[in-house]
């Protein structure tokens, strides 16, 4: 006699990954205050952690899905079940100086729930993101990185995102507090 049907499905029989919806929105602030408050904790000064907050990101993604700023700006979710447990924002990658094409894309964020990693959401994500950007005629996919964050370096290392010398110093803190971050690109 078989209890088959009393065993829970796999983690990855019910993964997925989807365009985000408005009514996706407080989904991904909560992953999004999760996740930063996470790998922000030890770089930027406990006033702008404070600010990790699900509402307040959720109520910006809630504007920005229903109001998106260009064409190829989009929101990808991944999802267990019902559930959303990452994300991944693509948009046409600002031209600063000669090393960025106007045929480019950036990767502006991507995100899984640390109670869902390694559960492949992240690369299912990045390539939705490169098939996404492909359809709307971009060559290439630039993201920035913390300089100090090995996760994500080992993450974007395998999918094949190398850096290509640019640094920046960006402003994280009221006093002016800064953290280094660095670009990595892939042809697509």
Same mark, same amino acid.
């Given at each position: ?13 019910? &993964?997925? /990954?989807?365009?985000?919806? =408005? +009514? @996706?929105?407080?989904?991904?602030? !909560? *992953?999004? #205050? ?58 046409? &990658?600002? /031209?600063?100086?000669?090393? =960025? +094409? @106007?045929?480019?894309?950036?990767? !502006? *964020?991507? #995100? ?77």
């Amino acid at each position: 006699m078989s209890h088959s049907h009393h065993h829970e499905p796999g983690p990855l029989a019910d &993964a997925s /990954v989807r365009t985000g919806r =408005v +009514s @996706d929105a407080p989904a991904v602030g !909560l *992953v999004q #205050a999760t996740v930063w408050s996470h790998t922000f904790a030890d770089r930027v000064p406990q006033e702008v952690l404070d600010t990790f907050e699900a509402p307040a990101f959720g109520s910006v993604w809630r504007r920005s899905l229903a109001n998106p700023p260009s064409p190829l700006h989009r929101l990808l979710v991944a999802c267990a079940g019902d559930q959303v447990v990452g994300f991944a924002a693509i948009g046409p &990658a600002e /031209v600063t100086d000669e090393s =960025v +094409s @106007d045929t480019d894309g950036e990767l !502006l *964020v991507l #995100a899984v729930h640390p109670e869902a990693r390694r559960d492949g959401h992240g690369s299912r994500l990045l390539n939705a993101a490169a098939d996404t950007l492909r359809a709307g005629d971009r060559t290439a996919v630039l993201a920035w990185l913390l300089a100090d964050d090995e996760q994500s370096r080992a993450f974007t290392d395998v999918a094949g995102l190398a850096p290509d010398g640019a640094w920046r110093e960006r402003v994280v803190g009221p006093g002016g507090e800064t953290v280094r971050e660095i670009r990595v690109r892939a042809e697509l």
